[in-house]
């Protein structure tokens, strides 16, 4: 097994992971994995009648500001942009489906959910996105 596919199947492992943990909060699985031009949705889940595009990410330990701080201005971009096209194959849009962008943070053991991590309004430069008292 080459060194990707191994990084494949644990990433895959921490997105079940993931999925149970919102399963458990109340959220309704939809798919996972999904490949759409310019970009990879980790997982898509309802929130009662809204969208939720999730991320999830691993990192061993807290260096470098630990998995949430991976989620930098491009890859907020890009889940946005997948995001939009995964919508419009269901005819919908940002416009006319309510949607959010959550982050599953998984650093060592431990696991935070951050519900509506960033929005489709960007801000260049900046790390991840926290709405303040959260």
Known sequence: MDKYSNQRNKGSGYEILARRYLEQAGLLFHSANVVLRGGEIDIVMRDGGIWVFVEVRFRNDAAFGG????????????????????????????????????????????????????????????????????
């Open 67 to 134: 998995a949430a701080a991976s989620i930098i201005y491009t890859k907020q971009r890009r889940l946005c942009h997948a995001a939009a096209v995964w919508l419009a194959g269901h005819g919908a849009s940002f416009d006319t489906s309510p949607c959010r962008f959550d982050v599953i943070a998984i650093t060592g053991n431990q696991i935070e959910w951050f519900p509506n991590a960033f929005n489709t309004k960007f801000t260049p430069g900046r790390k991840f996105y926290r709405k303040p008292n959260q």
